[in-house]
Each structure stands twice: as C-alpha cells, then as structure tokens.
C-alpha cells in the first residue's frame, strides 16, 4: 500500500525564516503529488500539484516544491514565511487509477511575530 | 455552487444510533470523494463515485458504513450503530472527473459519538 510520511509534525518559525517540510512517498509507479494546506478554521485547499513537466512546482502565495523522483521526495518550501501561513499542512499522493489520495500526518506551522 | 458544501456542519450523536452526512460537489464535477480524518492523522479514504455507481468503496472500515448517489450528485454517507471510534470528522470533495484530477474538499462534518 501507498504510504506518504511527514517528518515535521510541528514547525515554529518566526517571521521571514525560510521554510522547508518534508514529504515522502512510498509509490515507485507514476504519481500525482499535492500540498494542500488547512488555515485555521477553514477547509483544505490546494496549495499547489505536480502532475508532469518541470520538477520544480510553483504554487499560491509564493509557495514551491520539488519532486525528486530518484528521492521518492516533494518538499514544500517558501523563501520567508509570514505570520499568516500559520497553518496545517498535507502533502498526497494520488496513485494507480487515479481517484485515490493518500495523505501524510501533516505538519502544523506556527510562524511568530 | 461555489464549492462542496456538507451538512450539517457538526453532529452529535449517541452510540448505537443512525446518521446521515450529506455532500453536495461542485456543479459539473462527475467525481465524488469521501475521506475520514481522525483527531491528528491526515484524511483517509473511504469511497469514491463516479457518477452514481461506486467506483472504489475499499477505505470503508465495515459494513456499517455506506455511501449512496442516486442521481450522480449529491451524495449521503450513512453510518448505523455509531460507535465512539467513528467520531472524526468527514471530507467529502469532487473533481472534474475521475482521471488524475485535483480533489476540491468541503468544509467537512465533525461527527460526535458520545
């Protein structure tokens, strides 16, 4: 079976610290990789996919990750955080026929002021 | 609409007893998805539909749980006999159709069984 395994349970950071969270899979086949993040209060929303092309993704509010085939790996990342990516975050993997996602633990960040 | 909606938003419920969770897609989206997330642990899968047949129903932890989409979109995930492990909170959420599509997600329904 599939499996999607986040290092980073929990992530404080302050302000404008640069943010790198683990992600990977255990899927050898062709996959489609996502990072969805959860906001405090609010549903899970797509912050950004790599389905094929260019390894490197770039996402919403300056958000981007890597997919390292060689590394079973996607890690998400973002140059400085800000206050307001205060957040949960999922990293999934949709696999075989495509209709199934498998998610990490996720990783809750707290950026301070 | 806009987005996947669920009702109700939250339910409390006793062991033993029946519930029914609703979800209503994005219009147009062929695809429907339910997921469960338990107290700290990513979403997990439980069925998938594809208009209204279900295509993949093998995240259903047992035979209390069922899902139905009789006319290929709103959905209802029907759970008899609660019992207090089913406290979670369920995810339903859509796609365009059913080949390698992102998965929009509802807000979701925060199931209590006390």
């Known amino acids: 079976a599939q499996s999607v395994s986040q290092h980073n349970h929990h992530v404080i950071l302050s302000e404008a610290a640069s943010l790198e969270l683990g992600c990977n899979y255990s899927y050898g086949g062709t996959v489609n990789l996502f990072w969805y993040v959860q906001y405090p209060g609010q549903h899970l929303q797509l912050l950004l996919k790599?389905?094929?092309?260019?390894?490197l993704v770039k996402g919403i509010k300056g958000f981007e990750a890597e997919f390292i085939k060689s590394k079973f790996s996607f890690n998400l990342r973002k140059p400085s955080v800000q206050w307001s990516d205060t957040a949960e975050y999922f990293c999934?993997?949709?696999?075989?026929?495509?209709?199934?996602?498998?998610f990490g633990t996720g990783t809750q960040l707290k950026v301070e002021l | 609409g806009a987005g996947v909606s669920q009702t109700p938003s939250n339910k409390v419920t006793e062991k033993g007893k029946y519930v029914e969770l609703r979800c209503d897609p994005i219009s147009g989206h062929t695809a429907l998805y339910w997921y469960r997330q338990s107290l700290g642990q990513g979403p997990e899968f439980l069925i998938y539909f594809q208009g209204t047949g279900a295509a993949d129903d093998s995240g259903l932890p047992n035979d209390r749980f069922f899902a139905v989409r009789p006319e290929g979109s709103v959905s209802t995930l029907k759970i008899q006999r609660t019992e207090r492990g089913d406290s979670a909170v369920y995810l339903c959420a859509s796609s365009l159709s059913s080949l390698a599509e992102t998965q929009y997600f509802g807000p979701g329904t925060r199931l209590l069984v006390l």
């Open positions: 999934a993997v949709l696999t075989g026929g495509g209709n199934k996602l498998t």
């Open positions: 790599y389905f094929s092309g260019d390894p």
